[in-house]
C-alpha cells in the first residue's frame, strides 16, 4: 500500500519552505545493523530520510537545497553493480533516481566527500540530526574542515548548525489523508490478528503459540514485520509493562495480556488487547477490567482539536483512582489522591503517545512548557492500565497479580476523533463471546 510519489515531494517542498535562507538539510540513511557476528539484523530505513524520499536503499544520503539553480532535490546512492546486486539485491542508481524518487541530481555516494562539501560551501546554515549517529556527526564535520581549509582561496564554511528535527518532526506529527489511510490499513490488519489469537487461546498453549499467530497474521496480509516486539503476557507477566520474553505456558485462570502492532509501508499500528485464558474473566478480574475499560472510553471522549495533550489522560487517571477507591486498593479523596499521585504503584505511564512512521513517533508534547494543544491529523493511542505486583501486600490477595492494558489508535479529526481500532472487541462480554466460540 504505497504512497504516491507527489506526497513525498509535497513534503520535501514543505520542509524548504521552513528553512532559512541560504541554507542545506542533509539526511541520511539508516546504517545497517549488526545481529551477531556477520549477520545482520533485517534492514529498516531511517523514517526521516523515508518520510522525505520513499526510498529504502541503505548507504544514502539525501540533501535538500531550497532556491539552488540545477534543482534542490540532490541524492546519493549506492551504484548499479551487477556482481554485489547478487548477492545483496536490485538498486536503483544513481542514473535511475532521478526518474524513479524524483530527485533533481544524483551522485554514487562513494563520490561524497568530493561533491557534497561544494553543496555546502557558502550556506549559511547547515540543517541536520545532530547526536543521532556520531558517524555521520564525525563525516559531517570532516566535510566542513575540507572547506575551512580552502578559505585562504575564498571558500565559505557554513555559519550555523541547526538540528533539523524541530522542522521535520512537526511536520510528521500533522497525518494527511493518504498517511491516515495506510495505518487504518495497518490497524485493520493488527485488529484482526488480535481477533484470531481471542479465537483460538487454551490454557496449556504457550505465549510464543500466540505471538506466532500474531506473526503470521501481520505476514499473510501484507506486512513485513511488527511495528515493535510483540508484547505476550500471561498472568503475572501482564505485570511486566515491556515483557517480551513470551516463554511461559499459560495457565487456567490467567488473564493474557497483548500489546502488539504491525507496521505497513512504514505506518505503526498498536493495539493492547487483555482477555482470560479460559474465556471467562473472575470477579475481580471483571471489576478491574471494567474499571481500565471506562478509562479508556473517558480518555477517548477527551479526544478533540483545542483541548491539551494531557486532557485524556486526566480524564483516564480520574476514572481510574475513583474506581481503585470503590474497590479498597486506595483510601482517601479522588482528587487528593490525584494530586498525591498515589495510584503510581499500581499506573504507573502516561496514557497515550504519538503515533506514526515509529510507534512512539515523532513531535513534541509541551511548547513553552505547557501541553501542547491537540490538533486535526495528530495520531495518538489511548492506553490506561492497571497492574497489581503479585508481591503487593498492600492489597487482598484476590488483586495480586493482575495487570491490564487496553489500547487503541485514535486519529483528532475536524470535530472530534476516529478510533482506527474498532474492530477488535474490548468490551466484557465480546470478548467472552469471541473466546468460547
Known amino acids: 500500500m504505497k504512497l504516491d510519489p507527489r506526497e513525498y515531494a509535497k513534503r520535501r517542498a514543505q520542509l524548504m519552505q521552513l528553512m532559512s535562507p541560504n541554507s542545506i538539510a542533509i539526511v541520511p540513511s539508516a546504517p545497517p545493523t549488526i545481529r551477531n ?68 541530481d544524483a551522485f554514487p555516494i562513494s563520490d561524497i566527500d568530493d561533491i557534497l562539501p561544494g553543496l555546502i560551501e557558502g550556506k549559511d546554515r547547515v ?16 566535510w566542513v574542515n575540507h572547506i575551512k581549509t580552502q578559505v585562504r582561496n575564498g571558500a565559505t564554511p557554513p555559519r550555523e548548525f541547526s ?36 479465537a483460538m ?16 497474521t501481520f505476514m499473510a496480509a501484507g506486512s513485513r514485520w511488527p511495528a515493535y516486539p510483540s508484547i505476550v503476557g500471561a498472568g503475572d507477566n501482564a505485570c511486566i509493562l515491556h515483557y517480551t520474553q513470551n516463554t511461559a505456558q499459560i495457565r487456567d485462570g490467567d488473564l493474557i495480556l497483548i500489546d502488539a502492532g504491525c507496521e505497513l509501508d512504514y505506518y505503526a499500528s498498536d493495539i493492547t488487547r ?44 480520574k476514572v481510574l483512582v475513583a474506581g481503585l477507591v470503590e474497590y479498597g486498593l486506595l483510601s482517601g479523596e479522588v482528587d487528593e489522591l490525584i494530586d498525591s499521585q498515589a495510584y503510581k504503584p499500581f499506573y504507573m505511564h502516561k496514557t497515550g503517545h504519538w503515533l506514526g512512521m515509529d510507534v512512539h513517533d515523532v513531535g513534541e508534547y509541551r511548547i513553552d ?22 508481591d503487593d501486600l498492600t492489597v487482598d490477595e484476590q488483586w495480586r497479580g493482575i495487570g491490564i492494558r487496553i489500547e487503541d489508535d485514535v486519529v483528532v479529526t475536524r470535530d472530534g476523533c476516529k478510533v482506527l481500532t474498532t474492530a477488535v472487541v474490548k468490551d466484557v462480554d465480546d470478548i467472552e463471546a469471541l473466546i468460547q466460540g
Open 163 to 198: 538540528a533539523l528535527d524541530h522542522l521535520l518532526h512537526e511536520i510528521r506529527l500533522i497525518k494527511s489523508a493518504a498517511e491516515i489511510k495506510v495505518m487504518q490499513k495497518a490497524a485493520d490488519i493488527s485488529a484482526e490478528a488480535h481477533t484470531r489469537v481471542m
Open 37 to 104: 557476528r556477520d549477520v545482520e539484523h533485517p534492514f529498516r530505513q531511517d523514517s526521516d530520510f523515508y518520510y522525505l524520499s520513499g526510498f529504502a536503499e541503505e548507504h544514502a544520503v539525501l540533501v535538500l537545497i531550497p532556491g539552488r539553480e540545477h534543482g534542490e532535490y540532490v541524492l546519493f546512492c549506492q551504484e548499479k553493480i551487477k556482481e554485489q546486486e547478487i548477492w545483496t539485491g536490485r538498486r536503483v542508481g544513481p542514473e535511475a533516481a532521478p526518474q524513479v524518487l524524483g530527485c533533481d
Open 274 to 317: 487483555t482477555f482470560p485464558a479460559n474465556g471467562k474473566f473472575s470477579g475481580p478480574q471483571r471489576k478491574l477490567y471494567q474499571l481500565v475499560l471506562d478509562a479508556n472510553y473517558a480518555a477517548i471522549a477527551a479526544v478533540k482539536p483545542g483541548v491539551d495533550w494531557n486532557a485524556p489522560h486526566e480524564a483516564a487517571v
Open 127 to 142: 540543517y541536520a540530526s545532530l547526536g543521532v549517529s556520531p558517524n555521520f556527526d564525525h563525516q559531517l564535520m570532516q
Open 201 to 216: 487461546v487454551k490454557p496449556g498453549m504457550y505465549e510464543y503459540e500466540l505471538e506466532a499467530e500474531l506473526l503470521r
Open 369 to 390: 512548557g505547557e501541553w501542547r494543544l491537540l490538533e486535526e491529523g495528530m495520531v495518538m493511542t489511548i492506553e490506561p492500565g492497571l497492574y497489581i505486583a503479585p
